[in-house]
Nanobody, 123 residues
Framework: QVHLVESGGGLVQAGGSLRLSCVDS????????MGWFRQAPGAQRELVSAIEWSGATTYYIDSVKGRFTISRNNAKNTVYLQMNSLKPEDTAVYYC????????????????WGQGTQVTVAS
């Protein structure tokens, strides 16, 4: 069973940094492709970043390239999203999700979801 719990959100000034973490309490984490999504008020949920089961392949939406870094530690059942140079438009609830595919940049292929963590970037 997959149970994802995010942490690390908060309020930060523009230009600041946050690191989100997502821990899976199940025992098959290393076989899943993982993704970070976000949803701002009134907006559609979007896939921000994804990482292959081994960590070898990653994906980023254009608006975060060069600022965000996704990584994973399979020994700790954890995926991270390091967010630097944050902008007010990054404000959203961030969700981690697991895909039964070993890698996917298709949001439709994500099956398991965390409860979300709020990220607010003040201008």
């Amino acid at each position: 069973q997959v149970h994802l719990v995010e942490s690390g959100g908060g309020l930060v000034q523009a230009g600041g940094s946050l690191r989100l973490s997502c821990v899976d309490s199940g025992n098959s984490f290393s076989t899943y492709g993982m993704g970070w999504f976000r949803q701002a008020p009134g907006a559609q949920r979007e896939l921000v970043s994804a990482i292959e089961w081994s960590g070898a392949t990653t994906y980023y939406i254009d608006s975060v390239k060069g600022r965000f870094t996704i990584s994973r530690n399979n020994a700790k059942n954890t995926v991270y999203l390091q967010m630097n140079s944050l902008k007010p438009e990054d404000t959203a609830v961030y969700y981690c999700a697991a895909s039964l595919f070993r890698y996917s940049d298709d949001s439709a292929k994500y099956t398991y979801w965390g409860q979300g963590t709020q990220v607010t970037v003040a201008s």
